[in-house]
C-alpha cells in the first residue's frame, strides 16, 4: 500500500504561483510512477503530468506546458508540482497518483494509488 497526501492548494490570483506537494508513505516510493490529474465538477479526471521513478522521465499536457513543472524528491518521498503563469481554467481539485506498472501514463484507470485532492482556484 502507498499513501498519498497533496498539499499547497489555495486561492490565487491569474499569473500567480502556487507549488503542490505530494508526500507518500507506505512502500518504497521509488518504485512508482507519480502523476497529478485535476477534475472539476461534471468532467472527467484531466491527466496533468507525470514523472517517473528517477525524476528523468516527464511528461505533460499541453494545457500546462511551459508554465508547470513537475519533479521529485525520493528522500523525502515527495513530488512536487510547481505551478506558474497560472489562469482561471486552471481551478480544479488536485490529485497526485501512484502507479506500479503504468502502461497508459495520461489515463487514471492506469494508476494504483490516489491522494484526497487539494483544492486550486485560480481568480480572474
Known amino acids: 500500500q502507498v499513501q498519498l497526501v497533496e498539499s499547497g492548494g489555495g486561492l490565487v490570483q491569474a499569473g500567480g504561483s502556487l507549488r503542490l506537494s505530494c508526500a507518500a508513505s507506505?512502500?518504497?516510493?521509488?518504485?512508482?510512477?507519480v502523476g497529478w490529474f485535476r477534475q472539476v465538477p461534471g468532467k472527467d479526471r484531466e491527466f496533468v503530468a507525470c514523472i517517473g521513478w528517477s525524476g528523468g522521465t516527464k511528461y505533460y499536457a499541453d494545457s500546462v506546458k511551459g508554465r508547470f513543472t513537475i519533479s521529485r524528491d525520493n528522500a523525502k518521498n515527495t513530488v512536487y508540482l510547481q505551478m506558474n503563469s497560472l489562469k482561471p481554467e486552471d481551478t480544479a481539485v488536485y490529485y497526485c497518483a501512484a502507479a506500479g506498472h503504468l502502461t497508459d501514463y495520461s489515463s487514471p484507470v492506469a494508476y494504483d494509488y490516489w491522494g484526497q485532492g487539494t483544492q486550486v482556484t485560480v481568480s480572474s
Open positions: 507506505g512502500r518504497t516510493f521509488i518504485r512508482y510512477v
